[in-house]
């Protein structure tokens, strides 16, 4: 046991989550301490909830982080929105619809379970076909989405089926939040939570959430209480409901949420749409230069995360000597396969303050020599030369 | 709403938690953020899992900080180790034996409760009738040191009598940690949960736990899954478990560990029994100026926990003003009294890095100054004489 500070080194997060903070949100953090119910600290919660509202896209009174990470803004909705002896649809296309389907267990609610293959979106006749089949469901639960796997689901069209059905929607927005279009409320979404190390580039540990007005009536008519002291939003929102007044809940992460605080300070600064613009352009920069790698992606492009790049790794290739030589040579991080693609797929993100030029840059040079130290066979320099190309053709 | 960096007031905290930050903890908290399955964040984590079982007197080998703050620590404790149906012993001194009641009954089983007047410690007499008429419990819940009054418990008495009826321990060591004598081992405690925010004066959002192998048995003896997969050990133990080989269970918080890691160097540093040295030291320097001042504490001597001073409120003093005066011209924060206390105390902490002689002496002319403002009577400059009396008394 080693009992001096650490530094950590220093590296570029290209993974699928946590990013490369911005030195700015670093700086938040370490500013000095003060008490959770100190007024200063109050306002600045109503700072928090406001910048929150605008990077959802939503007016939900009923929006704030949770003091834990995306796992607990997870079942946060879960413990809040069911009660024992339901049922409710799942959808699963990788690795988080299937902890959501631990979290409906684990409430003492049945999953009714529709699966696709990992890589796939969501497929909406299925999901209207148990919709159908069940008519006593009053949940369905999706991943907007999948960090396991790059996709996108249709977000909004799983709603409008829910509404047609009279379900309350659950959505896992962890990596979709200010890096692709989210809109609460436009697209009528009922329960959402997210985490702050992905495109936000905040450190990790906070999940922020938001509640419709529907959602929240569910709330207040349950049977029994929230199975979780902690999660429980009546005692939550004391906290961080209206007014002067709040009453003590627990003690809340204080410089976590600096940390927060300062993030969404910049993501207004951008413009969340600007963001949404600059995660997509910058996906097809690093997509020029994958390809002319030789390499592909494992999601069609019409679902593919701008963010979340599943790249398939050639057959041949030891995977995890090449993480180790990016990481080791690089300081550089990209992700492994989760799950089903574990050994198939490297996940490489490019989220938040990450999604930059220098990154994409990089990582292309670093993986090129990673692939050509395994005798993999491809064009010297044609990565950066197509990203570059790519670059010029957005008039960037 | 304000969307701008938020710059907090420099306050000087002596509430009942968070604490002063030190400095090196806040700079830690600051240093660049990397993945939380990076080998070198797992060689920290080691280091972590060490020096907090030095901290705690333990072997423990599950001994670990859970990613959320000392609530979530709480519900730790008693999702893991009891099932829906079971009896629990639940000892109420305070406001957080209340919190492990609503924690009990939540997970579907039935507190039995003891309870004493808030302010007096836990009553071993009637524990014992408890466990006695009820030979069915098997967990015994307890306070070690009540943060909304500033009373400690016999912890090692009641665990010895948990053990006669053949009952393991939950023991709340929130206040405790790292101020005041505990032994997990030496006392036979089984499960014990804490928070970052009081004793070792790092930021609030982690609470370290330890389980004794008879609290791991239990568990892996359950008929149920736990009901939480957020705080399931099962799953955290692959995380934070032995051997180079970490399954991903959720985002660690790594900025906030790394401070926590940082405050643990420092309790290393200066030695853990020196630490209890220290606060109780302090305690006495604190409790001469507030007696000079012609106030009373609570709490009778013998149970008072020497880093939070619960202290009367004289009769026909305001006792907002006087908080508000403190903060706004001191920066100052003292804590109110908690649910059955309040209006009736302050709670003046002298927790971790702020338990030293600078703020002692900041506190009591402060608060001479905001009483004599309301017309109390009081020998000026009595308080500071009186403390640093103690203190050349002490040889310091």
Redesign the interface.
């Known amino acids: 046991?080693?009992?001096?500070?650490?530094?950590?080194?220093?590296?570029t997060?290209m993974?699928p989550?946590?990013s490369?903070?911005h030195p700015?949100i670093?700086?938040?953090?370490?500013?000095?301490?003060?008490?959770?119910l100190?007024?200063?600290?109050v306002a600045?919660m109503?700072?928090v909830k406001?910048?929150l509202q605008t990077v959802f896209q939503t007016k939900n009174q009923l929006t704030l982080p949770v003091?834990?990470?995306?796992?607990?803004g997870?079942?946060t909705c879960f413990v809040n929105l069911i009660e024992p002896g339901e049922k409710v649809v799942v959808c699963q296309n990788g690795a988080f619809g299937g902890?959501m389907k631990?979290?409906v267990?684990?409430?003492g609610a049945t999953p009714v379970m529709v699966e696709d293959e990992w890589g796939k979106a969501i497929d909406l006749n299925k999901v209207e076909t148990a919709l159908k089949e069940n008519p006593e469901v009053k949940v369905l639960a999706f991943v907007h989405a999948e960090t396991s796997t790059g996709v996108q689901s249709d977000a909004k069209a799983l709603a409008e089926l829910a509404r047609k059905y009279d379900c309350l929607t659950i959505v896992d927005a962890v990596t979709s939040l200010a890096g692709t279009p989210l809109k609460v409320d436009e697209w009528g979404l009922d329960a959402v939570y997210s985490?702050t190390?992905k495109c936000l580039s905040c450190?990790?540990?906070i999940s922020p959430i938001t509640f419709s007005e529907r959602a929240i009536e569910r709330i207040k008519a349950r049977k029994q209480?929230?199975?979780?002291?902690?999660l429980d939003l009546n005692l939550v929102m004391g906290y961080w409901g209206e007014g002067a007044k709040r009453a003590?809940?627990?003690?809340?992460?204080?410089?976590?949420l600096?940390?927060f605080?300062?993030s969404?300070?910049m993501v207004?600064?951008e413009g969340v749409e600007n963001a949404w613009t600059r995660h997509q352009q910058n996906h097809e920069v690093l997509k020029a230069g994958i390809e002319a790698l030789g390499l592909k992606f494992l999601v069609a492009k019409e679902h593919r995360l701008p963010q979340l790049n599943a790249v398939c790794i050639p057959e041949g290739i030891d995977e995890t000597q090449v993480r180790q030589l990016l990481?080791n040579q690089y300081n550089l991080?990209i992700g492994a396969g989760?799950g089903a693609l574990a050994g198939k797929v490297w996940r490489i993100g490019l989220m938040g303050h990450a999604s930059n030029l220098n990154n994409i840059l990089l990582c292309l040079t670093a993986l090129e020599t990673a692939l050509k130290a395994q005798g993999f066979k491809c064009v010297e320099g044609a990565a950066a030369t197509a990203a570059q190309a790519e670059l010029v053709a957005q008039g960037r």
Do not use: C
Not at 38 to 41: A, K, L, N, T, V
Not at 225 to 230: G, N
Not at 248 to 256: E, G, R, S, V
């Open positions: 046991m080693t009992a001096t500070s650490y530094f950590p080194p220093l590296r997060l993974g989550g946590p490369d903070v700015r670093l700086g938040a953090m370490a500013r000095p301490t003060i008490g959770h100190d007024p200063s600290f600045m109503d700072d406001g910048m003091s834990a990470p995306g796992s607990a997870m079942e902890r631990e979290n267990e684990r409430v985490g190390q450190t990790p540990g209480k929230v199975q979780s002291w902690f003590y809940h627990h003690t809340a992460p204080i410089n976590a600096y940390a605080h300062e969404l300070v207004h600064e990481l991080e989760l």
